[in-house]
């Protein structure tokens, strides 16, 4: 559905803009590879994943090979989910502020990834990146890596 009612028109602008107040993002890189073509990545940096946290709880964003997991999880909005993957061996960084959207967050005919999903995250002001390793290198030159 499209026009005022839909998610292109102002209510579904509104509902963006309100969804993503008070919301912090965490992107979160790791080193398992379940595909064999993910080894000739970087170790440590084969896949990374999104977190998000509102006033409500956390939710989990993960693109694994062929599907997206969007997880609610039923821990408080105060437990320190990213201690918690850095504990684990996780790399973490943020937190972000999610951003508005680029107008075209993909080049045409680009591959959903888990470096796009991050991006789109970020939004508009993400950093180029085709790699985990390449998202975590940019991210760490304006210090979110901790």
């Avoid at 993400?126 to 940019?138: D, H, K, V």
């Amino acid at each position: 559905m499209t026009g005022p009612a839909g998610p292109a028109g102002p209510r579904g602008a509104a509902h963006r803009r309100a969804a993503q107040a008070g919301q912090q993002a965490f992107i979160v890189f790791g080193g398992a590879a379940d595909q064999p073509w993910l080894r000739l990545l970087r170790p440590g940096f084969r896949h990374c994943f999104a977190v998000l946290r509102d006033a409500g709880g956390w939710t989990v964003l993960d693109p694994l090979t062929g599907r997206l997991v969007v997880a609610r999880l039923e821990v408080p909005a105060r437990f320190d989910l990213p201690g918690f993957y850095r504990r684990a061996g996780f790399v973490v960084a943020g937190p972000f502020t999610p951003g508005a959207p680029r107008w075209r967050a993909l080049p045409p005919l680009s591959p959903f990834t888990c470096v796009a999903l991050c991006r789109a995250i970020l939004g508009a002001g993400a950093p180029r990146a085709l790699t985990p390793w390449g998202l975590f290198r940019q991210l760490l030159k304006v210090g979110k890596i901790s």
